[in-house]
């Protein structure tokens, strides 16, 4: 495994670093070489009080100040378009998405959906 870490990425906007060093500059720490893209958005997803809660920070991703973040609800998820960058994510089955509140300011998406009777429900992550 830490051979495949090691192989050179040919990849472009896409910078090496480990804990202690800044990004763009390549460390190595027990031989593996952490890979992190330079222009990835930030998305956060939390469930409390009976709401499912996304933040999204699509700034680094776009590449003027005018660009918008495009939120669209798909059948079982929510897709959110930044630049060039789109990323779908899955919510509950139980979530009420005719009563969805979304902002979208300055290039940061915040949703919340309120869902059923959180103490109920099945958990399940998926992932791709």
């Given amino acids: 495994m830490i051979n495949e870490l090691n192989r050179p990425i040919q990849e472009p906007n896409v910078g ?22 330079l222009h990835q958005p930030v998305i956060e997803v939390s469930e409390s009080d009976g709401n499912f809660n996304v ?17 669209e609800f798909a059948q079982q998820g929510i897709i959110l378009t930044g630049g060039t960058v789109e990323r779908y994510l899955p919510i509950p089955t139980d979530a009420y998405i005719g009563h969805a509140r979304v902002t979208v300011t300055g290039g940061i998406a915040r949703i919340s959906i309120p869902t059923a009777d959180a103490g109920h429900r099945w958990r399940s992550i998926v992932m791709w």
């Avoid at 090496?16 to 992190?36: E, F, H, K």
């Avoid at 699509?58 to 939120?71: D, G």
Wanted: charged fraction near 10%.
């Fill in 55 to 71: 933040y999204a920070d699509f700034r680094p991703v776009l590449e003027n100040t005018s660009m918008q973040v495009a939120v």
């Fill in 16 to 37: 090496r670093a480990v804990l202690g060093t800044s990004l763009g500059q390549s460390a190595s720490y027990c031989g593996a070489t952490a890979i992190l893209s």
